[in-house]
C-alpha cells in the first residue's frame, strides 16, 4: 500500500503525521546549534621557531627550509604551509582526517628533533603545538573613546570585560588585538652615555638591581614576628629617572642623565583600526559545541550601554 493510499483511506492518522513533523521541525529549527563549518577536528600541528635579530631570508634558507623538507616525509602529511618574517619561522602541517593528532604530533617532533643541530644554535628549541581549528573568534568588539587613549582602554578591557565576558555562558575565550599595555620606556642618549663611559649592559643591570623587592628577613618579638621586606619596585618615570647607575667618586650619575624615561606601551607592532580609528579589538572565541548565534546574542546583550 502506497504513502497516498494510506494518507487518502486515513486522515487522521496523515493529519497527525503531518503535525508530528512539523513539530519536529520546529525544535529542530529553534535548538539546533549554527556552525560555519562541519564539527570536525582535522590534525593540524605547528612548529614555531624564534631566531632573535634574524632577518626574513636569514630565517628561510637556515630554519625553514631544513624544517620542511625534514617534514614532508611524514606520513600522511595534507599540506605544508610556512611563514619566515623577522626573528622567527611558523610551520604549519595539516594531516589527513583519518590520521591521529597525537601520533601527527608525536612524528614531528622526532623529525624536529633529528634537524635540531643543522639550525643554528642561536635559535631557540622549535616549539611543536597541537591547533585547534575552531579557536578562531566568531565575533569581533571595538573599544574607541574620544576621552581615553589605548592604553587605559586596553587596561579596562583587561580588568573588567574580559572577566565579564568569560563569564557568559558559551564563551571559551577572549582574543585582545592591537592592545597596548602599560611599560616604562627608557630612551637612551648615545652622546650622554659615551660620555660617561657607559654601556646599555650598565644601564639595564642597573635598573635590575633597583626595580625589584627584596626580603629582608624576619623581626621577632616576644608575642608576634614581623616579615621585613626592602620596597624596590618603581612605579613613575620619576623614580626610574633617578637610579643611580654609576659613581665615579663624589659624582652620581644617574639614569635621567642619560637616558629619557617615559611611561608608554610596551609593544607597538601590532595595531587594529575600525573606521581609520585606532581600537582595541576582542575576538570573542565560543566553546566547541556552543550554537554561534546564541553566543553572540548573549554577548552583545551583556555589553555596557
Request: without cysteine; negative net charge.
Amino acid at each position: 500500500m502506497k504513502l497516498s493510499e494510506i494518507s487518502i483511506k486515513r486522515p487522521v492518522l496523515a493529519t497527525v503525521m503531518s503535525l508530528v513533523i512539523i513539530i519536529f521541525g520546529m525544535v529542530a529549527f529553534t535548538q539546533l546549534p549554527v556552525r560555519e563549518y562541519p564539527d570536525i577536528d582535522p590534525p593540524v600541528v605547528s612548529v614555531t621557531t624564534l631566531y632573535r635579530g634574524a632577518s626574513p631570508n636569514v630565517i628561510e634558507t637556515e630554519i625553514t627550509d631544513i624544517l620542511e623538507e625534514q617534514l614532508s616525509t611524514i606520513e600522511g602529511v595534507k599540506t605544508i604551509t610556512s611563514s619566515s618574517q623577522e626573528q622567527g619561522s611558523v610551520i604549519t602541517i595539516t594531516f589527513e582526517l583519518d590520521r591521529d593528532v597525537d601520533q601527527a604530533a608525536n612524528d614531528v617532533r622526532d623529525r624536529v628533533a633529528s634537524v635540531r643541530g643543522l639550525l643554528p644554535r642561536e635559535a631557540d628549541d622549535p616549539i611543536i603545538q597541537k591547533i585547534d581549528v575552531n579557536a578562531q573568534p566568531i565575533m569581533w568588539l571595538a573599544l574607541i573613546s574620544d576621552r581615553h587613549n589605548n592604553l587605559e582602554l586596553t587596561d579596562a578591557a583587561e580588568r573588567i570585560l574580559k572577566e565579564r565576558l568569560l563569564r557568559l555562558p558559551g564563551v571559551g575565550s577572549i582574543f585582545m588585538g592591537g592592545e597596548r599595555r602599560y611599560a616604562m620606556r627608557v630612551w637612551l642618549d648615545s652622546q650622554r652615555m659615551a660620555a660617561r663611559g657607559l654601556t646599555p649592559q650598565d644601564i639595564e643591570s642597573a635598573i635590575r638591581n633597583e626595580n625589584a623587592e627584596i626580603p629582608a628577613g624576619r623581626v621577632e618579638g616576644e608575642n608576634r614576628e614581623f616579615t621585613v621586606r626592602t620596597r624596590g619596585d618603581l612605579a613613575t618615570p620619576e623614580e626610574f629617572a633617578a637610579i643611580i647607575v654609576k659613581q665615579a667618586g663624589n659624582e652620581l650619575v644617574r639614569l635621567g642623565d642619560v637616558a629619557e624615561v617615559t611611561l608608554g606601551a610596551q609593544d607597538e607592532r601590532t595595531a587594529v583600526r575600525w573606521n581609520g580609528k585606532p581600537t582595541t579589538g576582542m575576538g570573542v572565541v565560543k566553546q566547541t559545541r556552543a550554537s554561534t548565534l546564541q553566543v553572540a546574542e548573549t554577548v552583545i546583550n551583556a555589553l555596557p550601554e
